[in-house]
């Protein structure tokens, strides 16, 4: 815990911990100090100087974003010199900005227009520049303007921070502008599109592609939700627009380093309104699926299932809500009466993995493990994971790699141990027991004959001073990693790679009959897939539900398709990778005649006279979960290799291909040859 001091801040009295600048000091104390070049939870640079502020005793102001609080210290915040300075800042600022406020799309949300209006700068007392810097438009989802930037270096500072690094300055003074290498397109430039330029922009330089004359901001309401693309579940702010999606930005505290979405999470809400939703029921007649009620289809459907009893397979994906995962299972228990009920966790997942997980917090960790796992913002595996280990590193954290091939992440990492997983925690074990850490008999044991590598000893030694030290770990690498926490305080951490992995498995969706991989081939006389399972062919079955928000591969051979709403137009929670429990909320109406997961078996359970209903104190118990650790073999278990990348794009194949990341695909496959 830091040290907290006082001090005044215009006359008020102000408590914090030791080492905060002052306007994030002042800000707490609900102060607002102008800023254009600050990112919150970043390093100050004192670029704009709009920070000014004036300290008792000092000769001189001093730059509020660089500048640390001290106990006693006395800061006032707006004086008659301070707020003079700050006209003739903004005033040269607009002498080299276009002043086009009445149609510029970042209007209302402008940092600059807001601060001009508040010191009453209408227009600017020099002559005024026009640069005439060309815009990069050539692709669909960020577009730059440099004409408009105000040289804040927010955008290169948080591309830079999370380990992008395609945006820089060119030039100095007057004429530079922030530009990729050799001026290239972005798509030239290692661009991974993730927006976080575009959320960290004060301005109108960089902003979403396809915003011009889609509404002000004015016009958008905000909702504070979470994306389900992949297994980091992030936080995400849904902007609509007469009850339609028009924009998605990332959510959650600025000032964190989990602050973060990538391009699927950002831009994939096109697919919502795309050709490919599925907007009715439909079932297979004559061996053409055809639109049908949803009365007709529910009682066709509750039939199959009635007859077939516990012949039935139901298999789902991870990343429904628990409140949709929920009612799936007591659906298979109560109603259907079926052991057959899996999801695709299983292919990469163990229960025990998900169920003990520990909750972890990643920006307060100090050092980071990360074992068998290769997250990437470049292939879109885990990206949020890899940007804020990145983020975390930036800020001093320090990152041990344990990995039997190659990872981009071993280039920051303090320590890469190459090799298998297993044997190299076996060995950091070993090092931190002669580090002097207590170890039970069983477990010093098993590593009283290993050799401990000098990068072993180096990992040992961060983890033994650590104060929040945090393992993120394939599933696969759980039990041997978990062993580390009989050592020494630590987080242990398996990253699945669905959104709602940890909940779907505390809420009952793992099989005590046949397996995901079992039922995806066949082997049931009816199956039935809820959400955009990664199956293409159609499994040996009688007959087969499936319940989708897109036209699938799958949903194209079914003999009945129930349209879902996406996560967009549900409302629900998800316990996400770290442990915490986060609510999607409804931004939009469903599409067409499509309904919530939970709401069509709600449904199709009063068809077949078991009516089931939600329980928020049975979901809550179930997360209830205590485990003692105890000492398990350092070994790598068996059956969980998936290829992550393969079964993300799987995964998300919908939302990708009815939307404009398929451009993304295009270029790929253009730059591979």
Not at 54 to 74: D, F, L, W
Request: include cysteine; charge should be neutral.
């Amino acid at each position: 815990m830091s040290k907290t001091i006082s001090l005044k801040i215009d006359g008020k009295d102000v408590k914090v911990p030791e080492g905060t600048n002052l306007i994030d000091a002042a800000e707490s104390a609900g102060i607002h100090i102008p800023n254009l070049c600050y990112l919150k939870g970043m390093r100050g640079i004192g670029a704009c100087r709009m920070c000014l502020v004036e300290i008792e005793g000092s000769k001189a102001p001093v730059v509020g974003c660089i500048t640390r609080a001290r106990e006693g210290m006395s800061v006032r915040t707006s004086t008659e010199q301070i707020e003079d300075t700050r006209s003739f800042i903004l005033d040269l600022i607009l002498s080299m900005h276009p002043l086009d406020c009445m149609t510029c799309t970042k209007a209302g949300v402008c940092t600059l227009q807001k601060y001009a209006y508040d010191h009453e700068v209408k227009e600017s007392n020099f002559t005024r520049k026009k640069f005439g810097f060309a815009t990069d438009t050539a692709n669909p989802f960020i577009k730059r303007d440099p004409d408009y930037c105000i040289l804040c270096g927010r955008c290169v500072r948080v591309c830079k921070e999370q380990g992008t690094n395609v945006l820089d300055f060119m030039g100095r003074g007057v004429g530079a502008k922030v530009v990729t290498a050799m001026e290239k397109p972005l798509q030239e430039s290692g661009c991974t599109f993730c927006g976080s330029c575009i959320d960290a922009c004060p301005v109108n330089a960089i902003l979403e592609a396809d915003r011009w004359r889609k509404g002000r901001e004015w016009d958008y309401e905000k909702t504070n939700s979470v994306c389900l693309a992949c297994g980091n579940g992030c936080n995400i702010t849904i902007h609509t627009n007469n009850s339609t999606v028009a924009k998605v930005s990332s959510g959650g505290d600025e000032g964190s380093v989990e602050h973060y979405i990538c391009a699927t999470g950002r831009f994939g809400f096109d697919s919502v309104l795309s050709d490919a939703r599925v907007l009715s029921p439909m079932i297979r007649v004559n061996g053409e699926l055809k639109e049908a009620s949803w009365k007709d289809v529910l009682n066709v459907v509750a039939g199959k299932l009635k007859a077939s009893g516990g012949n039935t397979g139901i298999i789902s994906t991870a990343g429904i809500l628990n409140q949709d995962a929920f009612v799936l299972s007591r659906f298979a228990s109560d109603v259907v009466k079926t052991k057959n009920i899996d999801t695709t966790a299983s292919l990469y997942a163990d229960a025990d993995s998900m169920k003990f997980s520990d909750a972890a917090n990643i920006d307060s960790a100090d050092v980071i493990v990360l074992a068998g796992l290769n997250p990437s913002q470049w292939e879109r595996v885990l990206p949020a994971l890899d940007a804020s280990i990145r983020r975390k590193i930036s800020r001093g954290g320090k990152l041990i790699v344990l990995n039997s091939g190659d990872t981009r992440a071993s280039s920051v990492a303090a320590v890469n141990i190459k090799g298998e997983e297993a044997s190299s925690l076996a060995q950091i074990a070993k090092a931190l027991i002669g580090k002097g850490k207590k170890a039970e008999s069983n477990l010093e044991t098993a590593v009283s004959g290993i050799a401990v590598s000098e990068d072993a000893d180096k990992a040992a030694a961060l983890l033994a001073e650590a104060k929040a030290p945090v393992i993120f770990c394939s599933p696969a690498l759980f039990n041997a990693a978990k062993n580390i926490s009989l050592l020494t305080n630590i987080k242990v951490v398996a990253a699945p790679y669905e959104a709602n992995a940890r909940g779907v498995v505390l809420l009952g969706l793992t099989t005590e009959g046949k397996t995901y991989k079992e039922m995806a081939e066949g082997g049931v006389e009816v199956l039935y897939a809820v959400g955009e399972v990664p199956v293409t062919k159609r499994p040996n079955v009688n007959f087969l539900i499936v319940q989708s928000s897109y036209m699938t591969d799958l949903a194209k051979q079914a003999d009945v398709v129930l349209p879902a709403a996406t996560y967009f137009e549900s409302d629900g929670t998800i316990l996400n990778y770290l442990g915490k429990l986060k609510e999607a909320v409804k931004a939009v109406d469903p599409a067409g005649e499509a309904k919530q997961h939970k709401n069509i078996l709600i449904e199709l359970s009063k068809v077949m006279g078991s009516p089931i209903k939600e329980s928020a104190a049975a979901m809550k118990s179930a997360f209830q979960v205590k485990e003692k650790p105890e000492f398990k073999p350092f070994e790598k278990k068996k059956g969980l290799d998936v290829d992550p990348l393969e079964l993300t794009e799987s995964l998300n194949k919908s939302v990708i291909y009815s939307s404009r990341l398929v451009w993304l695909k295009e270029v790929a496959a253009v730059a591979a040859g």
